[in-house]
């Protein structure tokens, strides 16, 4: 999600707080108004099955066929007046009448009821629910069941009751509809209210937010008030003012941090917006998308690691840069590298060509290692001819992993030769195409080859510049691995 102003952020989290205290009161309110609708209908429910229940033990109490017939006939007139179905059951739950609320009765065999119905019953010796013997039906349906129990306490039959009651579930409906109406008449008021005060809030933040844009300027003589009646803001804004006041002492110390920070940040940015553009404008075909969207993905989350450690190439000098060093691919890693630089090596019109050892394992940390490779395959296609020939090989010698990356063109004069591991050192002659290049990135190469416990030297002659560079093997990494080449 993308930045938004806090003005914005304070107004939905009011707004998200306060429609969900609607909607739980609604939901509250909704469901006690069912539940008092369900009980009064089971209640009224319950006495009609009791009344049938007893009917029924008379029933099974007596042979005698007419009243078996009173019997089919009372459970008749009873469902047709109440508007209900009437099931009468065995023991074990298999129906062998039903009643409708057409008035007509019928024995039947082969039905039951569902086990877990029965089971309730023999339990608890009653059963309700909401939906018509376990099937989920809407909050107009009722059913409610209980056993039939002889002398010695066994049951003999059960008896469920089951009906649809629109007029309970309209009031219920009406009931609601008219809350939702009250509770957003009143969203709609909460929700001015809380523009207006958001508004009033954020006011001196804007107020703030103006003046850094004026500092941005270069405008360090602008202030912003120091008395907002909040604390909170009033220490923001006296912070700010002593940090205006502080501006114009670390302006040369900003230049130069921004400077390394914009040196680290531009490489994976380009790549970035080159991918982007590349889909915008149809270079890179619909069915690639998801390979080079993955490519997007996987340097964002490298500027997203790369923020917290923006000032590791500050701590280089020093020696205090932090390493994070585990076992990871190399190959696969530069392999990644070579196709962020596909666009430029197509408009180059560059052979390239890849001879490294597959699963090439090394112990180090991915990202400064990412950030070295990136550099040298960034300097080699800044610098080769047009149509030149870029080769990478890497492959395991001696317990390291020795890479090599080669480029054919201009080449580094031999008195520029001692000097382009320095810190923002730019050879004028052979470099003269970097036009905005500060200079760090080879020296944040051999620093970040020399912290691992690698070398990495550079030749230039016969219209080829190499730059090679060893690393240590991960301890798992085997021999004897099959190579990949690639033209």
Same mark, same amino acid.
């Given at each position: 999600m993308g930045r938004r102003s806090f003005f914005f952020k304070n107004y939905v989290t009011h707004l998200l707080l306060i429609v969900c205290a609607f909607a739980i009161a609604g939901s509250v309110f909704y469901y006690q108004m069912g539940n008092y609708a369900l009980q009064t209908k089971q209640t009224e429910l319950r006495t009609t099955v009791q009344s049938l229940a007893e009917q029924t033990r008379l029933m099974l109490g007596t042979d005698s066929d007419v009243i078996r017939e009173i019997y089919m006939l009372s459970i008749s007139t009873v469902a047709k007046e109440d508007a209900i179905t009437v099931y009468v059951t065995d023991r074990d739950g298999v129906i062998q009448m039903i009643a409708g609320p057409d008035g007509e009765a019928a024995k039947v065999t082969g039905w039951m009821i569902p086990q877990e119905v029965t089971e309730q019953i023999r339990k608890t010796g009653g059963y309700a629910e909401v939906g018509q013997l376990g099937v989920l039906g809407d909050r107009s349906s009722y059913t409610v069941g209980t056993r039939v129990s002889g002398d010695d306490g066994e049951t003999n039959a059960m008896v469920f009751v089951y009906t649809q009651d629109a007029t309970a579930a309209g009031v219920v409906r009406h009931s609601t509809q008219t809350l939702v109406l009250i509770l957003l008449i009143? !969203?709609? &008021?909460? *929700?001015?209210?809380?523009?207006? !005060?958001?508004?009033?809030?954020?006011?001196?933040?804007? @107020?703030?937010?103006?003046?850094?844009?004026e500092f941005a300027a270069g405008n360090f003589d &602008?202030?912003?008030?120091?008395?907002?009646? $909040?604390?909170?803001?009033?220490? !923001?804004?006296? #912070?700010?003012?002593?940090?205006?006041?502080?501006?114009?002492? +670390? =302006?040369?110390?900003?230049?130069?941090?921004? #400077?390394n920070v914009s040196h680290e940040f531009k490489t994976p940015m380009t790549t970035i917006g080159g991918f982007v553009d590349g889909m915008i404008d149809g270079t890179i075909p619909v069915e690639q998308r998801d390979k080079y969207l993955r490519i997007i993905a996987e340097e964002t989350r490298r500027l997203s690691r790369m923020v917290n450690r923006m000032l590791d190439a500050a701590k280089i000098q020093s020696g205090e840069l %932090? +390493?994070?060093?585990?076992?990871?691919?190399?190959? =696969?890693?530069? #392999?990644?590298? %070579?196709?962020?630089? =596909?666009?430029?090596?197509?408009?180059?019109? *560059?052979?390239?060509? $890849?001879?490294?050892?597959?699963?090439?394992?090394?112990?180090?940390?991915?990202?400064? +290692?990412?950030?070295? @490779?990136?550099?040298? &395959?960034?300097?080699? &296609?800044?610098?080769i001819n047009e149509g030149g020939r870029l080769c990478l090989r890497a492959h395991p010698e001696n317990g390291f992993c020795a890479f090599a990356i080669t480029n054919t063109g201009i080449g580094i004069s031999p008195e520029d030769l001692p000097h382009v591991f320095g810190r923002f050192y730019k050879a004028d002659r052979s470099r003269s195409m970097d036009k905005t290049g500060a200079g760090l990135g080879l020296y944040i190469v051999k620093n970040i080859i020399n912290l691992h416990g690698g070398e990495i030297s550079v030749r230039s002659d016969g219209g080829e510049t190499e730059f090679s560079f060893t690393l240590p093997l991960a301890p798992q990494q085997l021999p004897g691995s099959t190579k990949n080449t690639q033209k």
């Open positions: 009143t !969203l709609a &008021v909460a *929700l001015v209210i809380s523009f207006i !005060l958001s508004q009033h809030m954020t006011r001196p933040l804007k @107020v703030i937010a103006a003046a850094a844009k &602008v202030r912003v008030p120091e008395d907002n009646h $909040c604390y909170e803001i009033d220490e !923001l804004a006296v #912070s700010f003012n002593n940090m205006a006041r502080d501006l114009d002492q +670390l =302006e040369e110390l900003t230049r130069g941090f921004i #400077s %932090i +390493l994070n060093p585990a076992p990871f691919d190399f190959s =696969e890693m530069t #392999s990644q590298i %070579i196709l962020s630089f =596909e666009q430029k090596i197509e408009k180059k019109h *560059l052979e390239v060509e $890849c001879d490294l050892d597959d699963r090439l394992m090394v112990m180090g940390d991915r990202d400064h +290692l990412y950030r070295a @490779v990136y550099n040298l &395959v960034d300097n080699a &296609v800044k610098f």
